[in-house]
């Protein structure tokens, strides 16, 4: 027996647990929808209802599907019969005016009735405290079996023999039932947004059901087909069912599949951030190919007849490949005796083709020459003259030293271009400018003198080609 008294800090912790449970329970009391005990009452008036016998006590007041009050009482009227229930509305949503509308309505399927009202106008005179909504703004009621009564005799027959249905199946399997009812709420949720989304591509959803549509329609047209494909998807999921064992594995690895190719789709993403360069670049390029590839067509179809022609073409060269080597290995003496030939005859050709206008200059004069025929200047004459060009000047005879207007040049190559006289010059180039005092500008009175520009000739830079046995190199 304890003897002592009771402690203030064992007293303060007994008050404490005292007030805890009574918060706790509280909180829970008000958590399911019960009112505040001390509560002072609200606005509240009365409604008559004709059928109510699932509306409860704390049951929910609704407008506009916001919660504004709660059934606070409910009983009998006398004079009709009806159950005549008291409802306390919320401060910010009192008082509900005299042309409000009242109607029960159920939450699910299973029941949970709450009462919706509609707040009515501003202009409409308020209803008073404890007052009562008039019988004729409170709506009737439909209940779901009211609903199914407007159905034909079959239709019920057959919705009864549904749900019979249904209790069958659902017998024995009540949590698998009451867990799908609980993912129900998300379910809704994410069809909302998915029927969203349909909604606002609703051309597209009608386009899809007529296309469907279309497409049962020409299933239907060939039922012999249809059957084949049936049998066939039947053989193809047996295949599959044969294969578990392999199907299982790659689904056991394709997460590691994801991962890798993951990995890739990163390393080729900085692939093309650094190819992007690239690619710009290669665009004038891709532009200049569309020419080429546009002559390419244009001449597949050429190329399409040699390829066919290549098979023909192949067994011809099983014999006349080796002949053609038998040829060749033959041709070494002769092209070993043709090099020193050549090596002399290229050089010839590479100063001809050079001075190719001179050349032809050269064969074109016989034809000039024999153009002047005496007899049309002297009828009593025979033959042909030659025509020549008398230069007159200070240097028209020989003399040792050239004077400072002479302009000879003993080794002329290549051709006079236009530029040259644009720049002031209106004699060809010279060998040298030593009796002018060096090249210079033509000035007034003055022609000037420019001399001759090297240019490229068998692997040098010359003013005049100098013809040498050619080393045998390509040049």
């Not at 059928?51 to 609704?62: G, I, N, P």
């Not at 020549?388 to 003399?399: A, D, E, P, R």
Request: charged share 25%; hydrophobic share 40%.
């Amino acid at each position: 027996m304890n003897t002592h008294g009771t402690r203030p800090a064992q007293l303060a912790a007994m008050v404490i647990f005292a007030f805890s449970c009574f918060g706790l329970l509280l909180f829970l009391w008000l958590s399911f929808g019960g009112p505040i005990p001390l509560k002072p009452k609200g606005y509240r008036f009365q409604v008559a209802f004709p059928e109510a016998t699932t509306l409860a006590e704390q049951a929910d007041v609704r407008i506009a599907g916001v919660s504004v009050g709660k059934i606070v009482d409910k009983d009998l009227d006398p004079k009709s019969g009806r159950t005549l229930a008291t409802i306390q509305l919320e401060r910010r949503y009192a008082p509900l005016r005299s042309d409000a509308k009242a109607m029960l309505r159920q939450k699910t399927l299973l029941g949970e009735t709450y009462v919706e009202l509609t707040a009515g106008t501003k202009n409409a005179p308020p209803i008073a405290e404890d007052g009562r909504l008039a019988n004729e703004a409170v709506n009737e009621t439909v209940e779901l079996d009211e609903v199914l009564e407007i159905l034909p005799k079959e239709t019920r027959r057959d919705f009864r023999r549904w749900q019979a249905s249904s209790a069958e199946v659902i017998e024995g399997r009540g949590p698998d039932f009451n867990a799908a009812l609980g993912g129900l709420s998300g379910f809704a949720s994410e069809g909302a947004d998915l029927f969203g989304v349909l909604d606002r591509r609703r051309e597209a959803l009608g386009s899809l059901v007529r296309e469907t549509g279309t497409v049962f329609e020409a299933l239907t047209r060939d039922e012999d087909a249809l059957r084949a494909f049936i049998a066939d998807t039947s053989r193809w999921f047996q295949a599959t069912a044969a294969e578990k064992e392999n199907l299982a594995e790659s689904i056991r690895i394709f997460p590691t599949f994801l991962r890798e190719s993951r990995s890739t789709l990163a390393r080729l993403e900085e692939f093309a951030g650094e190819t992007q360069p690239l690619v710009e670049d290669l665009g004038p390029v891709a532009r200049d190919l569309q020419p080429a590839l546009a002559d390419l067509r244009r001449a597949a179809p050429s190329m399409q007849s040699a390829f066919r022609a290549l098979p023909e073409l192949t067994r011809a060269s099983e014999t006349g490949l080796p002949a053609l080597s038998r040829v060749l290995r033959g041709l070494d003496p002769v092209l070993e005796t043709t090099g020193p030939l050549l090596r002399q005859l290229n050089p010839m050709l590479q100063f001809l083709q050079a001075n190719a206008f001179k050349v032809s200059d050269f064969i074109a004069v016989p034809g000039a020459t024999l153009a002047g025929e005496r007899p049309k200047i002297n009828p009593n004459s025979l033959g042909s003259v030659l025509p020549q060009v008398i230069v007159t000047g200070s240097q028209s005879i020989i003399w040792p030293q050239r004077s400072p207007d002479n302009r000879g040049n003993a080794y002329p190559f290549g051709h006079i271009t236009l530029d040259r006289y644009e720049e002031g010059f209106f004699i060809p180039p010279n060998w040298d400018c030593n009796n002018t005092g060096g090249e210079k500008k033509a000035q007034e009175n003055d022609p000037g003198c420019e001399l001759t520009e090297e240019f490229p000739f068998d692997g040098e830079s010359l003013r005049y080609p100098h013809v040498d046995e050619s080393d045998g190199r390509a040049p």
